[in-house]
């Protein structure tokens, strides 16, 4: 007796407590979404009632399929539906922009009242149709830490919307996903925790909403915890009432706080509920009325999820489901498959005593009312003229860029690895499983030197072995693993053979694998060391993780879901960067993508009237290349387009990003005193005009040293070469190559140094040396850094500025390093080497000293030179290499001269107001950098944190060619990038 007492008093304190709860719950809030105290709307919504018939405001209860991808029939059948059934809605699914919009016009001009459209649209209206990105998944939302950014992606998704005449999104979906093995919900849900998903789903909601669109939360009450789908069956849930109260309602309590305009029910089959057999919650009044709508107080839309679905059509058929769905309290038929007889069954039931005609029409009523709100009284037709431009902005791609990148997660680094640091000291590979990963390799190549292997999913044992052959000296592999599929019963794509790969890689060096795709495929990377989630394989996630793992960008995302033991829900978190560049778009930075946009016309103008065979544009703003685009071929007729990779030979540029750098390197030591002589570091020039040259005037070109020399002429005669100098082919005493099938004596150096030192000076004037911009300071700063540091100046460069940095392709004598063919050629040099030019630097001088200059001899990728520059605005750090004093770099990147624009090596716009000289009248006088001869210039602004790089081979294939410089092509996108940033501050 006592033991029974016992029970019964634990009965009724379970009972109380969960009744309780339930009950305050359903007091949070009970206002009607719809409800606004507006009499126009009143008296719109009485006069189309009104002004309707019967059957006629029955049909308002029905939202049927429409596609825009289907034939003439389709279109005839909606369309006779429309008319003759005066059908409430149409909800769109495959198709075109274009096209869904011109038959939501032709619906419209059907319609007697106008028709609510809607889509189900989870991840944006690319998710049903062509010609439109998809927004991320709910599963990678569910990683991001800040739900504004959520807000921002409801929002953009709302004017996509009205764009297209829409006024009802099928999103969020706020089930929350606890069971992994859930066949139809797993990535459509922001995870597995109920707070996550109500923050997330509250901010998507309300983005929708504060602009204008209806929001609709499913799959109610909870389709998170199923192992069936219920396209295909009727899922069956076992969970406790207070459970379902504790996981499954919660969002939606938080959702009806903030106002939530509609809900859609799920067929899903919850003995605990209250139903008994197998009927579904779609059909159910417990769960519809008594539970939705009483106990929690919800005034909204209420939907039924689709009623050709299975786990409906099963037990009940068409026409009959809609009666059922009525009954149970449903606003909003979807889907419905005869419309005609539901509408006669829905009489029939009414005349049975089923439900109430008072009823049925306060409902219709509560449908046009939502047809008031979104604006259907005044209704217009939509504009279909540059629809998809309308609708994809370069907000669009702003959005989506902020929301891919604050999803990634770092879910393990062991001993720090992510990101990189000590480039120089690694060797590089990436292993592509199971796709191509065309953006991620390309991604990866703007940070270091990669070799790049692609494997197919599930290969064989030998293939795995000749790869692990492959890779062994490598010292970091960074694993892309693609295909992964979203289903649980197929392991998600993986392969165990996969896995283990991975395993042995892991044992051997050190990998990072990247997942792009499901967060629940993570359960099987187990032990894993580095792994990185990207949750989807788009190319902005392939595009992002590099960036990540080089420090381009901060690490923020956290595991929405928990998959086992190492990888359990909010693993992950922010991941400082290094400061390394970012890409992205150029909104996120303040840039007008549309001013941008003008740069083409430039270009593709400068190579209309033959200035440039073809060029590479890249800007930064703020740490991150905003604008990177190519034009043109390597030459004018038939040959290699130019691309983001093209090498170019940069001329003069290498002043300021090879001998310059190495000088402030060495000043910012207290190792070169730019008030010395060049005597001081170069004994054997005292007693020679050029003993007592102070550096700083040397390298402020006023020295008074000729403007250039040329040597090339010395060594030639009649128009051909010295058999003392030059010779076709390598021989002893003659190796040292000038161009392709041309080589000089190894004492061709020695010579023109000579020739350089026994130059005569330029007269004075009124006692001092005038401003003469000159070739040879670089020839005495060249030998000056090579004496100090005991190196050559390219090997002195590459270990301490190009390597450390990552930059593989901005080098001295590329063709002794990569193909031709990813070099544009310069001259077709008629007078001297008697060949065309490439991959030979093009200055005779450089090329007769052997192709290390300090005037010229480098080349390199836009990419790299950006860099270089990003390195001066940061003030001599970049990553995690600091290479010089930031009052080093403020010394000589300041106007040194009152003769002259030019600060020590580096060039800057002209000091007068509205001149601009090599650089852009646009750009600030704090502005520095340097053109190339060949085509090129490099200019930072540290006042806007701004980089240009222009490339081009308009020396090709004749040096004569002026047409760059006289029409202004250079400094004119220059100053197109200063009105972007004015547009986009505007």
Known sequence: MHKLLSKIVLICLFTFFWTSQSNSWSSANSTDPLDVENMDMANWVDSVFNALSPDQRLGQLFMVAAYSNQGQDHVNQIANLVEQENLGGLIFFQGGPKRQARLTNYYQAKAKTPLLIAMDAEWGIGMRLDSIPDFPKAMTLGAIPDTQLIYEMGEEIARQFKELGMHINFAPVVDVNSNPDNPVIGYRSFGENPQAVAKRSVAYMKGMQDHGIIANAKHFPGHGDTEADSHYALPLIRHPENRIWEVDLYPYQELFKENLKSVMVAHLNIPSLGEIGNRPTSLSKKVVTELLQERMKFKGLIFTDALNMQGVTKSYSPGEVDVEALIAGNDVLLYSQNVPKAKELIKKAVAEGKIEQSEIDRRIKKILKSKYEV?????????TYRLVERIVTPTTHEILEKLYASAITVASNKADLIPFRQLDTKRFASLTIGGAGKEFQKGLDKYAKFEHFNIGKASSESEHYNLLKKLEDFDVIVVGVMGISNSPRRAFGIAPGDVALLRKLQQRQKTVNVLFGNAYSSKFFEGIDHLVMAYENVDWTQSIVPQILFGGRPAQGILPVSTGGQFTYGVGGFLSGLNRLSYGTPESVGLNSKTLDKIDSVVDR????????????????????????????????????????????????????????????????????????????????????????????????????KAFIPHYAKTVESGRWKSEFYQESSSPGFSRPISNRMYAKESLRDSIWKWTVESELLPKRAGRNRYVYSDLTMYFMQAVVERIVNQPLDEFLDQNFYEPLGLHTLTFKPHEKMPLDNIAPTENDVVFRKRQVQGYVHDPGAAMYGGVAGHAGLFGKANDLAVMMQLMLNKGYYGDVSLMKPGTVSAFTARQSTQSRRGWGWDKPEPEEGEGGSAGKLAPKSTFGHTGFTGTCAWADPENQLIYIFLSNRVYPDAENKKLLREGIRTDIHDIIYQAMAKGKG
């Open 606 to 705: 400068a190579i209309k009237i033959q200035a440039t065979p073809g060029a590479n544009v890249l800007v930064v703003k703020d740490g991150k290349v905003v604008f990177e685009r190519s034009y043109g071929q390597l030459e004018y007729r038939n040959s290699p387009k130019v691309n983001s990779e093209t090498v170019y030979d940069l001329a003069s540029i290498t002043k300021v990003l090879a001998t310059t750098q190495a000088v402030m390197f060495l000043n910012s030591r207290g190792e070169l005193d730019m008030n010395k002589t060049l005597s001081d570091y170069l004994p054997e020039l005292r007693g020679t005009n050029k003993a007592n040259l102070v550096l700083k005037d040397v390298m402020a070109h006023e020295a008074g040293l």
């Open 375 to 383: 604006g259907l009284n005044q209704y217009r037709p939509i504009d």
